[in-house]
C-alpha cells in the first residue's frame, strides 16, 4: 500500500533533470543570495538544495526528510528570502509586515537558523529583517521585536503561540511557515501550540516541513499544515552518493575500560580533528573532562543544566576550534525508550508503507504513550539535535544511547556538508556489565538490544557498523595511570566541577546583571564563596613516556578487522604541545609519533 507521503514524490526517476542543475546559478536566485553562497564557499547545491528549491521557487509547499547535516536549512531559506527580496522590490514601498515565520523546537536552534539567515542575507543590506524571539529575552523586548514587523520571525512554537494568544503576533500577513525538525516539534510538546498556529494561518500560506526522519509526528503535521505537498525523500543510492558518509565502528567494553581506550585514543590522537563524545548524563559530563584534563586533555561540556546562552557559546566556541572535544549528554532525555517490538524509527525511514496503513490504530497507540511520555519533559531542551556542529571528524558514543533513533541523529553530528566522519561507540555486552555502571546508563541487556537495532537501522538505510578491536594487551599498558586518573576523579570531584561550572555561569549571566545590581551582596558572596577544589593536577599524567609507545607498539593496537579503521595519523599536532623535550619523560616526539604508524597500519 502507498505511503500517504505522496503528492509529488521526488524520487531518484528524476536524476537526470536533477544532474542538470548541478550549480546555484540555474536557480537563478538574487545576485546577494548568490554572493553570500560564494562567500560561504558553497560551490555546488546539495541533494536536498538541487530537488527542494525549484518547486519551492514555484510556490509549492515542501515536504522534506533528509538526513542530517545534509543541507536543509539552505533548501528552504534560500526560496523563502528570494521570494521576500522579489516581493520587496515589485511592492515598494510596502508596508512592514511579517510574512515568514520558522518554528524550530529549540532555542539553540533557533538562534542557529537566526545565524544562517544573517550569512544568506549579508549582501542584502537592511532589505531583509530577521529576528530570534525564541532567545533568552524579556517578554517586553520579544513584544518590541515582533511589533517592528521583521520580514521573518524564528521562534519555538510555544513562544508564537503565546504571542499570537497575545494579540502581539499577527499571523494573517503570513506566506512563508517553515517546522524545521518537524519530526521532533511534537515530542517537545508543542502539539497544542501547533494546533493554535494552524487554526490561525490564513490561506495560501507556502509551508515547507522539513525532517531527518518521516515519523507519525511529520504525518500529523503534515495533515495539518500542507495537504498537497511536494515531498522529497531520496532513496538509499541518492543518499549514499551525496557523499558525506559516516564509517560507523563499535567496540565491546567494559564500564572501566571504556576510561582506558578513551585515555588512549585521545592522548595518542588517534583520532585527528575535532569529536563529540556523548554520554548518558551530566555527571558523566563533568567525570570525563575532569578525568581527561588529568592527562592535559582540554574538552568542554555541553549539557542540560547549563543556560541556554552558555550552551550557545560554547557550541560557538566549539566551531571557531576554541575546544577541539564536546563531551555532551543528548536528547536521551527527552526521546523517550524505544518499545522493543517497534523499532519505528527504521521502519519509517524507509517508510514503511504497509505497516503505517495496515495498522493505523497500533500506531495510535503508540504514539499516544510515547507522546505522554515525551510531554513531561523539558519542552525548550536540547544539546545536540539539529545543532550544527561543524567539522567534526568523530562522534564518540561513549554511552551507547538508548534508542536507534539518538544514535541516527548523534552520528548526524559528523560527516555534514557532504564531507566524511566516523562514528564509534562503546557498548558493554552482559558479560561485561560491571558494579559501577551508573544508574542512568541503559543496563547492559538493553545496551546488546540497542546495538542490535541500530544495526538494523542502519542496515536498512545500507550502512554497516564493524566491531573495532583494539589490541587490549597492549592497551592495558596504560592502564596505572588510568587507574591513577580515575582515582583522582572522585563523586565530591565531579559534585565540585558541576558547582564550579554553574558558579561561573551565573556570575556570567547577563539575565541576572540586573538582581547583582540590586543585591550587591548576593554577588559578593558568589564571588567569595570558597573556593571549589576540583582535582588536584597531576603534572606527570600530561606526558606519555616512551616506554609506554615502545616501537611500533601503538601501530599494533588494532587487530583483524580493526585494520579498516580510518584513524588517521595525528601527526604534528601531537607535538604542539610545549612539552617536548622538557620535563623527565619524553613526550610523543615527531620521529617517535606512534601515531604515524598507526595510520599507516590503518588499511
Ligand atoms: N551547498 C552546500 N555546500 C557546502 N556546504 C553547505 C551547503 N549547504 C549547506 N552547507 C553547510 O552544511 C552544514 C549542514 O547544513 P544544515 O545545518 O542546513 O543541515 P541539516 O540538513 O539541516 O542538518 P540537521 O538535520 O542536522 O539540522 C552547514 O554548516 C551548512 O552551512
Redesign the pocket.
Given at each position: 500500500m502507498k505511503r500517504k507521503l505522496d503528492d509529488t514524490d521526488w524520487s531518484s526517476k528524476d536524476a537526470a533533470a536533477k544532474s542538470a542543475r548541478t550549480n546555484f546559478s540555474s536557480f537563478s536566485l538574487d545576485p546577494r543570495l548568490m554572493q553570500a553562497i560564494a562567500k560561504?564557499d558553497?560551490?555546488?547545491?546539495?541533494s536536498v538544495?538541487t530537488s527542494v528549491i525549484p518547486p519551492a521557487l514555484e510556490g509549492k509547499d515542501v515536504l522534506a526528510r533528509?538526513k542530517?547535516?545534509?543541507?536543509?536549512?539552505?533548501a528552504y531559506l534560500l526560496p523563502i528570502l528570494q521570494h521576500i527580496l522579489i516581493s520587496k522590490e515589485s511592492n515598494a514601498p510596502a508596508t512592514a509586515a511579517t510574512t515568514g515565520l520558522i518554528l524550530v523546537p529549540t532555542r539553540e536552534l533557533a538562534d542557529q537558523v537566526h545565524k544562517v539567515i544573517e550569512g544568506y542575507t549579508e549582501f542584502c543590506g537592511k532589505q531583509i529583517r530577521a529576528v530570534n524571539i525564541a532567545r533568552n529575552i524579556s517578554d517586553s523586548i520579544q513584544q518590541s521585536l515582533i511589533l517592528d514587523h521583521p520580514d521573518i520571525i524564528i521562534s519555538t512554537p510555544s513562544r508564537a503561540a503565546i504571542h499570537f494568544n497575545t494579540e502581539t503576533l499577527d499571523l494573517s500577513p503570513l506566506k512563508y511557515l517553515v517546522i524545521d525538525?518537524a519530526d521532533l516539534i511534537l515530542s517537545y510538546g508543542h502539539e497544542n501550540d501547533m494546533q493554535v498556529i494552524a487554526g490561525a494561518l490564513p490561506k495560501g500560506v507556502q509551508t515547507f516541513l522539513m525532517s531527518?526522519t518521516l515519523t507519525d509526528d511529520v504525518e500529523q503535521l503534515k495533515d495539518l499544515f500542507c495537504r498537497h505537498a511536494f515531498v522529497y525523500k531520496p532513496d538509499q543510492k541518492e543518499e549514499q552518493g551525496e557523499g558525506g558518509s559516516v564509517s560507523q565502528f563499535y567496540i565491546s567494553t567494559g564500564e572501566d575500560t571504556k576510561f582506558l581506550l578513551l585515555y588512549v585514543i585521545f592522548k595518542l590522537k588517534l583520532i585527528k580533528g575535532k569529536s563529540i563524545i556523548f554520554v548518558a548524563d551530566v555527571d558523566r559530563c563533568y567525570r570525563l573532562r575532569l578525568f581527561l584534563e588529568q592527562f592535559g586533555i582540554k574538552a568542554c561540556v555541553l549539557n542540560s543544566e547549563l543556560p541556554v546562552n552558555s550552551r550557545l557559546h560554547i557550541v560557538e566556541e566549539f566551531n571557531k576550534n576554541v575546544y577541539e572535544i564536546i563531551i555532551a549528554t543528548d536528547e536521551n532525555e527527552i526521546m523517550g525508550e524505544e518499545d522493543d517490538d517497534e523499532n519505528a524509527d527504521a521502519d519509517e525511514v524507509e517508510g514503511n508503507d504497509d505497516k503505517d496503513n495496515d495498522q493505523p490504530k497500533n500506531k495510535k497507540k503508540k504514539r499516544k504513550s510515547k507522546e505522554s511520555k515525551l510531554r513531561k519533559r523539558d519542552t525548550e531542551y536540547g544539546v545536540s539535535r539539529?545543532v550544527?556542529f561543524?567539522n567534526v571528524t568523530c562522534v564518540l558514543n561513549f554511552d551507547l544511547p538508548i534508542t536507534s533513533k539518538s544514535y541516527m541523529h548523534r552520528i548526524?553530528r559528523t560527516a555534514?556538508?557532504?564531507k566524511s566522519g566516523m562514528a564509534l561507540s562503546f557498548y558493554v555486552p552482559k558479560e561485561l556489565y560491571g558494579k559501577h555502571r551508573p544508574t542512568s546508563v541503559a543496563s547492559a541487556e538493553n545496551d546488546e538490544k540497542v546495538l542490535e537495532r541500530i544495526k538494523r537501522q542502519q542496515g536498512k538505510m545500507g550502512n554497516e557498523l564493524k566491531p573495532y578491536n583494539f589490541d587490549m594487551k597492549q592497551v592495558e599498558a596504560f592502564k596505572y595511570r588510568m587507574d591513577d586518573a580515575l582515582r583522582a576523579v572522585t563523586k565530591v570531584a565531579v559534585q565540585n566541577a558541576r558547582m564550579k561550572e554553574l558558579k561561573q555561569e551565573l556570575l556570567a549571566s547577563e539575565k541576572l546583571k540586573r538582581h547583582f545590581e540590586e543585591n550587591p551582596e548576593d554577588l559578593k558572596h558568589l564571588r567569595h564563596d570558597r573556593e571549589i577544589k576540583v582535582v588536584r593536577v597531576q603534572a606527570h599524567m600530561k606526558r606519555v613516556p616512551e616506554y609506554l609507545l615502545g616501537k611500533g607498539q601503538a601501530a599494533n593496537m588494532v587487530q583483524g578487522s580493526g585494520k579498516a579503521v580510518p584513524f588517521k595519523v595525528g601527526g604534528r599536532r601531537v607535538n604542539r604541545g610545549k612539552t617536548k623535550g622538557k620535563g623527565k619523560g619524553r613526550t610523543v616526539g615527531k620521529k617517535k609519533d606512534p601515531l604515524k604508524s598507526f595510520g599507516k597500519s590503518k588499511r
Open positions: 560561504l558553497y560551490h555546488t547545491p546539495t538544495q533528509a542530517t547535516g545534509s543541507g536543509k536549512t539552505a525538525e531527518a539539529g550544527d561543524q548526524g555534514r556538508a557532504g
